[in-house]
């Protein structure tokens, strides 16, 4: 696609449930992130994928979250037993060798 | 470890009037990123810094890298309300790593 495409843009969910969240990044592009962007916070790195490599997992900030990279597209971030902590804005990017990040619009997620 | 720093982390201007924002990083690296941030949206790439002494420019934004001195700067030149927004500066090692953020600089145009 033209842009990196994340779904839903918003999520509302009660305090226990599990969500998924979904990354469709530009074609082409070998590397995808995961960043969360807490309320008038900067971007706290959470897990990237490389090609065909293992994943960088060090920024995920518990075992409740986990993300996997099907068939080296699209990348589903998932939370499980969502807290009230977890509420933010979850960003993915996509990039190309030759430089620059792509983010997407991001998925603004409420745990309440 | 790499990390990241930006200053000022808020910065308050009065129209027509310059100044500069710097992005110091902690390890020798040949790649930087600048990125703008409207409230309540996503972040709009700027620049892409992929050389000891580039200097690139779009409209009354100008960023340039010194690798040696692991420095950033993104000046503004007669600042307009239109420019008021979060900055930040992001590293990466190299392409496929992991892209590490400043705090941010949230600039605030004043007329």
């Known amino acids: 696609g033209a842009g990196v495409s994340q779904s839903p843009s918003n999520k509302v969910t009660e305090k226990g449930k599990d969500v998924e969240l979904r990354c469709d990044p530009i074609?082409?592009?070998?590397?995808l992130y995961w960043y969360r962007q807490s309320l008038g916070q900067g971007l706290e790195f959470l897990i990237y994928f490389q090609g065909n490599s293992a994943p960088d997992k060090s920024g995920l900030p518990s075992d409740r979250f986990s993300a996997e990279r099907t068939g080296g597209s699209v990348s589903t971030l998932t939370i499980q037993r969502t807290q009230q902590e977890d509420s933010a804005v979850y960003l993915c990017?996509?990039?190309?060798?030759?430089?620059?990040?792509?983010f997407g619009s991001g998925t603004r997620l409420t745990v309440v | 470890e790499l990390k990241v720093e930006q200053n000022p982390l808020f910065l308050s201007m009065q129209e027509g009037k310059n100044y500069t924002i710097y992005c110091n990083y902690s390890t020798t690296s040949d790649r930087l990123y600048w990125y703008r941030q409207d409230p309540g949206k996503s972040l709009e790439s700027l620049f892409v810094?992929?050389?000891?002494?580039a200097v690139k420019q779009e409209g009354r934004l100008m960023a340039s890298l010194d690798t040696k001195a692991r420095l950033s700067t993104l000046h503004i030149t007669a600042a307009v309300h239109d420019l008021s927004a979060t900055y930040f500066c992001a590293v990466d090692m190299a392409y496929g790593n992991k892209l590490v953020f400043g705090a941010g600089t949230i600039l605030r145009v004043k007329s």
């Open positions: 074609s082409g592009h070998t590397a």
């Open positions: 810094l992929l050389s000891n002494g």
């Open positions: 990017a996509s990039s190309s060798p030759y430089g620059g990040y792509t």
